[in-house]
């Protein structure tokens, strides 16, 4: 079978591809843009792909493909009703980051709220060496013990986030959006969260139902003194909105390691804010993240080669 990778340097030069170098006909790409995918996959009877698109004009031109590995836990970039009309198997890999995102999200949560940029900024820009006194008060924060986390989007993410947030002695709100029913009855209306929340975390999809899931009208909703990470997908969060919510002061901060074009361009106007970390889509990136995630890929092939695609269809 021929194997075609078309985006290898979205899992990093560490990783050992070896296993799947022992396929008789296995294709390494780099990096794949939309004008290369269909003549790269058009051989192909597997192809594995972290975020080119394969869509329908992909496909049709794919004839022997058979299987799409998706080297993430997100589908978006794949059209999954034309795959199954063309009886084409797509797996993805889930719960590889679950430690290294829920990590990252306390890392921005802690930097937010120990203003711990702005701080590290006075020492390099020479301001502590000008203090006066042996410390700086300029930049006050307060202790996280008691505060209320707000999450929205409670997968295994979610909950690893819950549990190390209650290591700080954080309250936790769960959020519920309208139209889903939930077994569990710790859940609050999404408006409560927004308003009662002095963080609220997002770990949900991006489906047509949460894009722009927060807009003008939520950030009203919330305190002055809150802030708000996304570390799930970008389009959750509207980014005009969030620019002018931001500039307005009507929210303290946010942190947020996507954004809805990636990568961000280099004139986007949430740069030229002094109140938001921006991270380049690192979340999950953590080397054992990524050694999970290939094999999870590797496995998802054995298991299609032995005839038990229904294991790891999406």
Not at 22 to 36: A, F, P
Not at 108 to 125: R, V
Request: with cysteine.
């Amino acid at each position: 079978m021929q194997i075609v990778i078309l985006d290898t340097a979205t899992l990093g030069t560490d990783i050992n591809f070896s296993i799947l170098e022992k396929e008789r006909d296995l294709t390494k790409y780099q990096t794949t843009n939309s004008s290369q995918t269909a003549k790269r996959i058009e051989s192909a009877d597997i192809i594995i792909t972290n975020k080119v698109i394969i869509g329908k004009n992909e496909m049709q031109n794919a004839k022997k493909l058979k299987l799409i590995c998706v080297a993430a836990t997100g589908t978006n970039n794949i059209d999954i009703e034309e795959a199954k009309k063309r009886d084409i198997v797509v797996a993805n890999v889930k719960n590889y980051s679950t430690e290294a995102v829920a990590q990252h999200t306390i890392s921005l949560i802690l930097s937010l709220q120990n203003s711990l940029i702005e701080f590290a900024n006075e020492t390099k820009s020479g301001n502590w060496s000008k203090s006066p006194i042996f410390t700086m008060l300029n930049h006050p924060f307060n202790e996280l013990k008691g505060k209320k986390l707000g999450v929205i989007g409670y997968g295994t993410i979610g909950k690893r986030l819950a549990e190390l947030a209650k290591v700080f002695g954080v309250e936790i709100l769960v959020g519920k959006r309208k139209g889903i029913n939930y077994n569990d009855t710790q859940r609050i209306d999404i408006e409560i969260l927004i308003r009662e929340s002095d963080i609220i975390s997002i770990h949900t999809p991006l489906t047509e139902s949460t894009k722009n899931l927060f807009s003008a009208k939520e950030f009203k909703m919330m305190k002055k003194s809150a802030f708000i990470i996304n570390t799930a997908r970008g389009g959750i969060i509207n980014e005009n909105d969030l620019y002018n919510a931001l500039k307005n002061k009507d929210i303290r901060a946010a942190a947020i390691d996507v954004t809805e074009n990636e990568p961000i361009q280099a004139n986007h106007p949430l740069l030229e804010l002094d109140n938001i970390i921006i991270t380049p889509h690192i979340a999950w990136t953590s080397v054992e993240s990524r050694k999970k995630l290939f094999e999870g890929i590797v496995n998802n092939i054995k298991l299609f080669k032995a005839g038990r695609s229904k294991e790891i269809m999406v």
